[in-house]
């Protein structure tokens, strides 16, 4: 499986940019996906995730509201959709394959497959 991040860059506080992985060798399906980002300095840590089947999400306490995970089998790819858009937001943004259960999703060691990761900075 690999997994290609895109749609990073600069955006102003307030706006929305829409951040996209592409899933080759494999399925949409075969996984659970999920949004990691990386600020400077700090620790990865979770964003958004869904289920195998999209019957589910997961958010983190800081972008509940404001970020929406989704994603399209056929293309192959899911998307996080990020609105009202903070300072507090940049970060290098991952996507990551695997098979966590629902109460692990924010565990990185359970993802077995990451993209290479794209970089959102906010403005204010």
């Known amino acids: 499986v690999q997994l290609q991040a895109s749609g990073g860059g600069l955006a102003q506080a307030g706006g929305s940019q829409r951040l996209s992985c592409a899933v080759s060798?494999?399925?949409?399906?075969?996984?659970?996906i999920s949004w990691f980002r990386q600020a400077p300095g700090k620790e990865r840590v979770f964003v958004a995730g869904?289920?195998?089947?999209?019957?589910?999400?997961q958010y983190a306490d800081s972008v509940k509201g404001r970020f929406t995970i989704s994603k399209d089998g056929l293309k192959s790819a899911v998307y996080l959709q990020m609105n009202s858009l903070k300072p507090e937001d940049t970060a290098v943004y991952y996507c990551?394959?695997?098979?966590?259960?629902?109460?692990?999703?924010?565990?990185?060691?359970?993802?077995?497959?990451w993209g290479q990761g794209t970089l959102v900075t906010v403005s204010s």
């Open positions: 990551a394959a695997g098979r966590p259960v629902y109460s692990a999703y924010d565990q990185t060691s359970l993802y077995y497959y």
């Open positions: 060798v494999g399925s949409v399906s075969d996984y659970v």
């Open positions: 869904m289920s195998r089947r999209g019957s589910s999400t």
